[in-house]
Nanobody
Framework: QLWLVESGGGLVQPGGSLTLSCVVS????????ILWFRQAPGKEREGVSC???????FYADSVKGRFTISRDNAKNTVLLQTSNLNPEDTATYYC????????????????????WGQGTQVTVSS
């Protein structure tokens, strides 16, 4: 059983930063790509970032230059460091496991491993 638990969200002012964590269990992290998604109220879920098994990283245009994804296989953790946040980043953020990152930007993509968890809420507001 693959488990991924998101944390680190919160309320932050525009221009602020948060570091989101995805802690995995039940499987060796080094065997999987990890994808971050977000969903805002009334909007479709979208892929925002992904890190491949070999460490290559990918970002949606809307977060490029502001978000940084990293993995620490020894700690079974993937981080999504966010900076210069704006109200459009307000959403619930989720992490999922996959074989590769190729489909993380596909609309309504549902990776084959694990399931959607609780996510972590990010609210950007003054």
């Amino acid at each position: 059983q693959l488990w991924l638990v998101e944390s680190g969200g919160g309320l932050v002012q525009p221009g602020g930063s948060l570091t989101l964590s995805c802690v995995v269990s039940g499987f060796p992290l080094e065997n999987y790509a990890i994808l971050w998604f977000r969903q805002a109220p009334g909007k479709e879920r979208e892929g925002v970032s992904c890190v491949e098994i070999d460490g290559r990283t990918f970002y949606a245009d809307s977060v490029k230059g502001r978000f940084t994804i990293s993995r620490d296989n020894a700690k079974n953790t993937v981080l999504l460091q966010t900076s210069n946040l704006n109200p459009e980043d307000t959403a619930t953020y989720y992490c999922r496991a996959d074989n590769v990152c190729a489909l993380y930007r596909e609309p309504q993509y549902n990776p084959p491993f694990s399931s959607w968890g609780q996510g972590t809420q990010v609210t950007v507001s003054s």
